[in-house]
């Protein structure tokens, strides 16, 4: 807790008061820190300030000067903007009020290449950068979010206080769900894919919703087995508010509001960015692409609807699967896109040069942030086991769970495809999972493609790794090649 502070000094400035910024603010509150809070809009932050309760430690200041002037030092300022260009402008504002060693914590969604030219930017400038993934959504802000910080490491020390205690607990020691990431844009990588994760959880259980409707399941029967999962393995936030959503009905008491709210998916970015910076690696974020195109495809409304007097498919009512089946999918789901989700950070921990504790970041988000789960606790046991897990399938006891839950993956995905039910993520799932349990795959034919239109090249089974082979495949190209070819 912040030492006694008096009411003309704040222990932490707070830009940008919507909804999640308020809702952080009163929580350092609640915690004892006296925070200044500044709005573009004046009137938002005097009515914010104003409908406080006494003694809740909230200073209001009406311009960037002000704010700055009443922060403790080295001065502390969170902004709760909106990614992008304004995130600059205000860092822009805020440069030459502030002297050497003070810090700027942005706790948006920023992409995270753009908070490594921040935090170059400002160490040129003397001033300490700080990307704070949030998660945790408007309750997380409130009463304790998953917080992952990131950036510079000098600033550490300085902002791990305010930020451990706004935070949730875990585990039996409530261990805060918020500790240092790592260096340059890591914070905001990890929010980043924790977000992607998100996506392919989202539409996992839409997926296993749409195949229990077909199994002839109505909504509040699905809320049930829902609620019933929440008691297992799949115990998580994001199971238990779909047993809310779909027990809940319409203003007349009957219609489920399930099939009342349009299927257009909205998406603000951070499950697209996941893919890209997927690909830029080399990580095959699968599940996470067909979550991310599955909600492309439900934004085109008036498409879709004219494509159903069109395009006709030789279907069959859904059987040969059970609930217990579609539960198997879902876990397997689940697990096979944490586990790209983990081989991803994997990777970017070596190549981006972040330096990411695998183990850490389960444990930052087993509450707190969307994607809080039971068997986080397990993930973090497996990396902290063994740090260089190639693959979260290869841990023992994932290895054992996977197996198992593939048959019930396998006969879902069989169900749903004879009768002509959409699941993209689950298929997605049992097809990386084939591709990755076969030690020859079917890409020899693709290499061979290439070498014979482009002479790109090819490696030989016979032969060892990074040997390149080039043959005239028609007879007319001669030796020459256009360099070996990188997967």
């Keep these: 807790m912040a030492e006694e502070n008096s009411q003309d000094r704040a222990d932490v400035g707070l830009i940008g008061l919507a909804v999640m910024g308020q809702n952080l603010a009163l929580n350092m509150a609640d915690n004892g820190y006296t925070v200044a809070a500044y709005n573009r809009t004046t009137s938002t932050m005097t009515e914010f300030v104003a409908s406080a309760e006494d003694g809740q430690n909230l200073i209001a200041a009406e311009t960037l000067e002000e704010l700055v002037s009443v922060l403790e030092r080295p001065r502390k300022i969170m902004l709760m903007v909106k990614a992008g260009p304004v995130v600059d402008k205000v860092i822009d504002s805020l440069m030459p009020l502030l002297e050497e060693g003070d810090i700027i914590i942005d706790g948006g969604n920023s992409l995270y290449t753009d908070t490594e030219e921040r935090v170059s930017r400002l160490a040129e400038a003397g001033l300490l950068f700080v990307g704070a993934g949030v998660s945790g959504g408007e309750v997380g802000a409130r009463f304790g979010p998953s917080i992952m910080p990131g950036g510079a490491a000098e600033a550490w020390p300085e ?61 509040k029967e699905i809320s049930e087995t829902f609620a019933e999962w929440n008691e297992g393995r799949l115990e998580s936030y994001l199971v238990e508010i779909s047993a809310e959503i779909l027990a809940a009905v319409d203003d007349d008491g009957v219609t489920p509001m399930i099939d009342v709210v349009l299927d257009a998916a909205g998406q603000k970015g951070t499950g697209k960015w996941t893919v890209i910076s997927a690909m830029q690696l080399g990580e095959p974020m699968m599940l996470v692409a067909e979550a991310v195109g599955a909600r492309i495809v439900s934004s085109f409304v008036e498409m879709r609807a004219k494509a159903e007097t069109i395009l006709s498919a030789e279907v069959e009512d859904i059987g040969g699967i059970t609930a217990a089946d579609v539960e198997a999918a879902v876990y397997a789901a689940k697990l096979i896109s944490y586990a790209q989700g983990f081989m991803m950070m994997r990777d970017a921990s070596t190549e981006l040069e972040m330096d990411l504790d695998l183990a850490a970041i389960a444990r930052l988000w087993r509450a707190g942030c969307i994607i ?84 790109h090249t090819y490696e030989r089974v016979d032969r060892p790794r990074g040997e390149f082979f080039h043959t005239d495949w028609a007879g007319t190209g001669g030796t020459a090649t256009s360099g070996s070819y990188s997967a």
């Design 159 to 219: 902002v791990q206080g305010f930020l451990q205690a706004i935070a949730a607990v875990a585990g039996e020691d409530d261990e805060p769900c918020c500790s240092w990431v790592g260096s340059r844009g890591a914070g905001h990588f990890v929010k980043m894919v924790h977000n992607g994760i998100e996506y392919g959880d989202m539409q996992v259980l839409s997926e296993a919703t749409a195949l229990l409707r077909g199994l002839g399941n109505s909504p």
């Design 372 to 455: 809080r789960a039971r068997f986080l606790d397990d993930i973090a046991e497996a990396y902290g086991t063994n740090p260089n897990l190639e693959n979260l399938l290869f841990d023992d006891d994932f290895t054992s769970v996977i197996v198992e839950a593939e048959v019930g993956l396998r006969k879902t995905v069989v169900a749903a495809a004879k009768a002509g039910v959409a699941i993209p993520t689950l298929a997605s799932a049992l097809t990386f999972y084939d591709g990755i349990r076969k030690a020859r795959g079917t890409a020899g034919l693709i290499q061979a493609q290439r070498d014979y239109f482009g002479a």
